[in-house]
């Protein structure tokens, strides 16, 4: 059995790997959303990306995650540079549902289905917003991602916007 690598993987070029003088600018800061029921997702992603960068991290946070993060900024390594907004609340996300989401869908996406509700979707956006806003680049992580080697630390200038798969779970259609 002879295996072919796809065409694209054979081309890709990691940027960590250029020469010094080649290199795309380094991540400026990293981005996520987090509601009180991601907390302690949310707390193992700080704990793995601070292991490997010290970038600010923006957090679109619900009220018990705003008061979270804010209780640990001045005692805790690693949280002096995490900043929440308070955009993912359970009120802005009821109101993001009724104003943009249930006028336009028989049926209306369960709030306690986040990250994937719709509204909860929106915030994502918001917090990249938000963070392009305060830095020159920005990564985005969902709040159950756990960094365990090399993102290559680096986002080439040439895109704008890159999106990632997402695997569902088969009840959905």
């Known amino acids: 059995i002879e295996i072919v690598e796809p065409a694209a993987a054979a081309e890709w070029n990691n940027p960590a790997s250029?020469?010094?003088d080649q290199r795309p600018p380094a991540i400026d800061s990293f981005c996520t959303v987090a509601t009180e029921n991601f907390l302690p997702e949310l707390l193992l992603l700080?704990?793995?990306l601070r292991s490997r960068n010290d970038a600010p991290l923006y957090v679109a946070a619900d009220d018990a995650v705003f008061e979270s993060i804010r209780m640990r900024q001045d005692c805790v390594a690693g949280f002096e540079n995490v900043y929440p907004f308070r955009i993912a609340?359970?009120?802005r996300l009821e109101y993001i549902q009724r104003q943009l989401f249930e006028a336009r869908r028989a049926n209306a996406w369960p709030?306690?289905?986040y990250p994937h509700c719709p509204p909860a979707c929106l915030c994502k956006m918001d917090i990249v917003g938000r963070a392009l806003e305060l830095s020159r680049n920005t990564l985005?992580?969902?709040a159950d991602f756990i960094v365990v080697g090399s993102?290559?630390?680096e986002i080439d200038p040439a895109i704008d916007c890159a999106f990632t798969p997402s695997w569902h779970s088969p009840k959905w259609e």
């Open 151 to 153: 993102m290559g630390e």
């Open 111 to 113: 709030l306690d289905d």
């Open 18 to 20: 250029a020469p010094d």
């Open 140 to 142: 985005y992580l969902d």
């Open 46 to 48: 700080i704990h793995s």
């Open 89 to 91: 609340t359970r009120g």
